[in-house]
């Protein structure tokens, strides 16, 4: 296979720059690469931690940060209060520690490109995750393809990248926010308080000025079958909705 | 590199030997899936059996249905680092339908195909002999659609991506052809043992 391909599944060190807390159980984490790379909005790294007895553990966490020169990548890892891994970075992990892992990964739910009609982004939680990379990106890039996203967290405080979404809302042309809180009332008329549901996917999509091309949905099981679901009444064609599921 | 701070949640010594490299252990059975879950009326379901682009033999959901049962009891683990044990299944074994086909081995590969355009190559020898079914029932019950149902691969010796839910049908290529997600990075072969999760792995 390619020397490109061959670069992303070599493991690298890489030191914690920053760790930012995001949400009560959300916290961000800058990662110094030793090797660059080019990853493309959407993607995932592996990460590994070691045990001194040589135990490991391995874990995938997408990309929140968009495609750049820098060195630096942003991982938003929830705390799993059963969890193995994410206990470990929210409550052991600090600024200077090395961590290993190897990436780019996932070749299926990437940025589909400037030839798509409107993209429909939909999230639950940390699921935003690698869709935030993706309006990062459009941001970043020459690109005016309309973006929307419909965002389910539990509560205002829970909304993931919250502030930044909210100026991104103002600031970025072809922009759309729409959030649904789930455990306490929306503060916007343009937010919805309740769990995600059909209509509420159709609303969304009728706030982009063209029917979606491509739709990504990334969240746990039962939030990806209701939204997926609900964009295939949208737009009958399975092929352009890909899906992302918490594997835990 | 060892990990500063990290001693991990390490399983009993009598498990440690069931869980490849990089694994972990859990009780949920997790659902990954790269679209929507398909909606299959087992009135419209068939099963094809091909060599190269040309159908052998199919079968309708009664047809599958009588074929000879299998049960298995097997560990499973996912390339996104869960493994899962004593899962139990039933089904028809690869065995079977070749041989309800009169065919032993067309050509060395296969690639499986589903329902929702999904893909994916696994080397007869690693669905003969015993090794693999389409498995229509799960824990005693009909297959759930989140798991593949009503049926999917189940070659559990190798990472589940390569237990293909929703299939309906088997291709025997005269070369190993790379599926959906082994087009997308994915190695080509994905023995949980050698880690070969990636590619170049």
Not at chain 1, 52 to 62: I, K, L
Not at chain 1, 153 to 171: I, N
């Amino acid at each position: 296979m390619t020397e490109a391909i061959a670069a992303t599944t070599r493991w690298q060190s890489c030191a914690i720059v920053e760790i930012a807390t995001r949400t009560p159980a959300i916290k961000s984490f800058f990662l110094s690469l030793s090797e660059t790379f080019d990853h493309t909005a959407g993607q995932h790294v592996d990460v590994r931690l070691t045990a001194p007895n040589g135990y490991t553990a391995m874990r995938s966490y997408s990309i929140a940060s968009a495609p750049s020169d820098s060195k630096v990548i942003e991982l938003a890892i929830e705390r799993l209060p059963d969890g193995e891994v994410s206990p470990f970075f929210h409550d052991v992990a600090q600024v200077g520690d090395t961590i290993e892992l190897r990436g780019p990964l996932g070749g299926h739910f990437l940025w589909p490109g400037p030839t798509e009609k409107s993209v429909l982004l939909i999230g639950a939680g940390s699921g935003v995750v690698p869709l935030m990379a993706m309006i990062r990106y459009r941001k970043a890039s020459a690109e005016r393809v309309p973006v929307a996203l419909l965002l389910s967290s539990r509560t205002w405080d829970d909304v993931l990248f919250r502030d930044e979404l909210l100026e991104l809302e103002s600031s970025l042309p072809d922009f759309a926010l729409a959030l649904a809180l789930t455990r306490e009332p929306a503060m916007r008329s343009s937010d919805f308080s309740r769990r995600i549901d059909a209509p509420m996917v159709a609303d969304v999509a009728a706030r982009l000025r063209v029917a979606p091309g491509c739709v990504f949905v990334c969240g746990s099981n039962a939030f990806v079958d209701i939204a997926a679901d609900a964009a295939l009444a949208l737009r009958p064609d399975a092929g352009a909705i890909k899906t992302e599921r918490y594997g835990t | 590199m060892v990990t500063r701070g990290f001693t991990g949640r390490q399983s009993g010594s009598e498990l440690s030997d069931r869980i490849p490299p990089g694994q972990h252990l859990v009780d949920n059975f997790p659902v990954l899936t790269a679209g929507p879950t398909p909606q299959i009326d087992p009135a419209d379901w068939t099963f094809t059996l091909k060599i190269g682009p040309r159908p052998v033999k199919a079968w309708s959901w009664s047809e599958f249905n009588a074929l000879p049962r299998t049960r298995m009891t097997r560990d499973i683990h996912c390339v996104t680092s869960w493994s899962k044990l004593n899962t139990a299944w039933e089904g028809v074994a690869i065995d079977d339908i070749l041989a309800e086909a009169g065919l032993t081995a067309p050509t060395p590969f296969v690639l499986a195909h589903c329902y929702d355009g999904y893909s994916t190559n696994v080397p007869l020898a690693d669905l003969a002999t015993g090794k693999a079914m389409v498995a229509l029932k799960y824990e005693g019950q009909p297959l759930p659609r989140d798991h593949g149902g009503p049926a999917r691969l189940l070659v559990p010796h190798l990472y589940f991506w390569k237990s293909a839910k929703w299939v309906n049908g088997l291709q025997f290529t005269e070369r190993d052809e790379a599926g959906f997600w082994e087009l997308r990075g994915y190695h080509m072969y994905g023995d949980p043992w050698n880690e070969q999760r990636y590619t170049n792995d």
